[in-house]
């Protein structure tokens, strides 16, 4: 398979959900950092106690996300993890391993926030994402 174009890591983070409120420019942004990276099936990802040093969005497949409280959720298309870690500079609290053979577009975490230093409505659009999925989980 050969690699995606920018135009494509466009479409394709324009859709997931942790950029849900980014507009066109601010998505071009983060695709200009964002990498592919492939995984075979069961492949781990990241391990317990890992640096955060990447944040990941699903392009295809599936990843198995263990948390170890033994909550398993399963992650696939347009969807990110990894991020909690990256934005809490924690070590990794769980393990994600590739339920299938799983494309993903990477973006290290070094590049995530330097292109948040030099864009506020990056900034923004993230925390308006936190904020909603908050609310929603505390709604009745």
């Known amino acids: 398979m050969s690699e995606l174009a920018r135009i494509e890591k466009?479409?394709?983070?324009e859709s997931a959900d942790l950029f849900a409120y980014c507009k066109?420019?601010?998505i071009l942004r983060v695709a200009g950092i964002a990498h592919e990276r492939r995984f075979g099936e069961g492949e781990t990802i990241y391990d317990v106690n890992d640096p955060a040093t990447v944040l990941y969005c699903v392009v295809q497949g599936e990843v198995r996300v263990e948390i170890p409280i033994g909550e398993t959720r399963h992650v696939?298309?347009?969807?990110c993890f990894g991020v909690e870690e990256i934005l809490t500079g924690r070590l990794?609290?769980?393990?994600?391993?590739a339920a299938q053979?799983?494309?993903t577009l990477a973006i290290d975490a070094d590049?995530?926030?330097d292109?948040?230093?030099h864009?506020?409505?990056?900034?923004r659009a993230l925390f308006r994402k936190v904020l909603t999925e908050r609310e929603g989980k505390s709604a009745p």
Do not use: K, M
Request: proline share 3%; hydrophobic share 55%; net charge negative.
């Open 10 to 13: 466009v479409v394709l983070l």
């Open 24 to 26: 066109a420019q601010e």
């Open 76 to 79: 696939g298309p347009l969807t």
């Open 92 to 97: 990794r609290t769980g393990r994600a391993v």
């Open 101 to 103: 053979e799983t494309l």
């Open 111 to 113: 590049d995530f926030f």
């Open 115 to 117: 292109l948040l230093a």
């Open 119 to 123: 864009d506020v409505e990056i900034v």
